[in-house]
């Protein structure tokens, strides 16, 4: 597994555990990182960093697309392995722009199909490819 992958993977791990632990995310994202800390790598944490940091300062603007064009589901309805998956995702598409975004959408359904529901891989490839059309990522 390349050290993107894996930076994506733990960013995952590590939303998922912030969406469910609702304390401090502060405090949770300590916890994380010394429960992770050989997964950290030094080819592996800047990335994590970057994405893990970038879903959570850009969260607001994140979530509005996401509800924007996902066709019937509330971003809270969601499963939480979907919403965190296309919230890395988005932030690549906004933020990484030396990632092209169609390598971000197919890392995001690999990544879904793996942690995901029978249903994750198309659900996220359909409100993925739409943001990335419509908003013009490129």
Do not use: H
């Amino acid at each position: 597994m390349g050290d993107r992958r894996q930076a994506r993977e733990l960013a995952l791990q590590a939303l998922f555990f912030f969406d469910m632990d609702k304390s401090d995310p502060e405090q949770s994202f300590e916890v994380f990182c010394a429960n992770n800390e050989e997964k950290l790598t030094q080819g592996v944490k800047p990335f994590f960093l970057d994405l893990v940091k970038g879903v959570l300062e850009n969260s607001v603007q994140i979530d509005a697309l996401l509800n924007k064009y996902s066709k019937n589901w509330k971003i809270s309805r969601m499963p939480v392995v979907d919403r965190n998956i296309m919230r890395v995702a988005t932030f690549e598409f906004i933020k990484c722009t030396d990632i092209p975004p169609s390598v971000t959408i197919n890392e995001a359904v690999e990544i879904g199909k793996n942690y995901g529901t029978r249903d994750s891989g198309s659900f996220i490839n359909g409100v993925l490819d739409r943001i990335r059309s419509l908003e013009g990522f490129k």
